[in-house]
């Protein structure tokens, strides 16, 4: 067998290889016999052995490489140890006792930036109330009481017809200022909760949003 017949044996028996794979080990084996040169030839053969145990090799090699993990016999999985990526952990702790003197002030900051926020709606929520509930309220009651009170004012036909109109007409702007009251409700008092539910929810979804970030840093 010479060289040309050797390496139409292994062509064959590599087959089963992807053509790139096939075509790099052939590359491999004929700068081989290159470098030995035409006197060692048979040499060569003689020390690679037959072409089909070292197309054999190849393909062991090959699949070995490409083999897909699985689960072993006490059903824990193939899968290899997870290595970290980026920055070393301990750069990252010395990073943060750095970061403290800063973060701190900032920390700080952020208190105060939320208590004023809780402030302003805190007090949003009290006028939203007085204006929605306590006047309604106030109209309605004021109203029923100078209507029960003109009866008491019958002796003098005059007044107690003015108090009796009186009470009909706050009794009437409370019922429609309750109704008003009850549709800007309904406009507006759904987007406003949802404004403050993501405000609130904004610092919360920052961290959890970094701590994403870093945890997708370990493969």
């Keep these: 067998m010479n060289r040309n017949e050797y ?4 062509r064959r028996a590599l087959s089963a290889l ?8 052939l590359r491999y084996y004929e700068e081989y016999f290159d470098d030995a040169g035409p006197e060692n ?23 070995e490489l490409t083999a897909v993990p699985h689960q072993g016999a006490g059903g824990a999985s193939g899968k290899p140890k997870r290595r970290w990526r980026g920055v070393p952990p301990w750069l990252l702790i010395v990073l943060a006792l750095l970061a403290i003197p800063v973060g701190l002030p900032l920390l700080g900051v952020l208190v105060g930036v939320i208590g004023a ?8 929520v009290a006028i939203a109330i007085v204006v929605v509930v306590i006047i309604p309220l106030t109209l309605l009651i004021t109203g029923v009481i100078l209507c029960g009170f ?8 005059a ?23 009850i549709k800007l409700c309904t406009l507006f008092v759904p987007p406003l909760f949802r404004g403050f539910v993501t405000i609130i929810r904004w610092p919360f979804d920052k961290l959890r949003g970094r701590t994403r970030n870093h945890g997708g840093g370990t493969q």
């Design 7 to 10: 390496m139409a044996a292994l």
């Design 18 to 25: 992807p053509e790139e794979e096939r075509a790099s080990a």
């Design 41 to 63: 030839e048979q040499q060569v053969i003689s020390d690679l052995g037959a072409p089909e145990k070292v197309a054999e090799q190849i393909l062991a090699d090959y699949r």
């Design 117 to 124: 926020i809780a402030g302003i709606l805190l007090a949003a």
């Design 150 to 157: 003109s009866f008491a004012l019958w002796g003098i036909p």
């Design 159 to 181: 007044s107690a017809v003015t108090t009796l109109g009186c009470g009909l007409a706050l009794f009437a702007l409370g019922v429609l200022v309750t109704l008003l009251m």
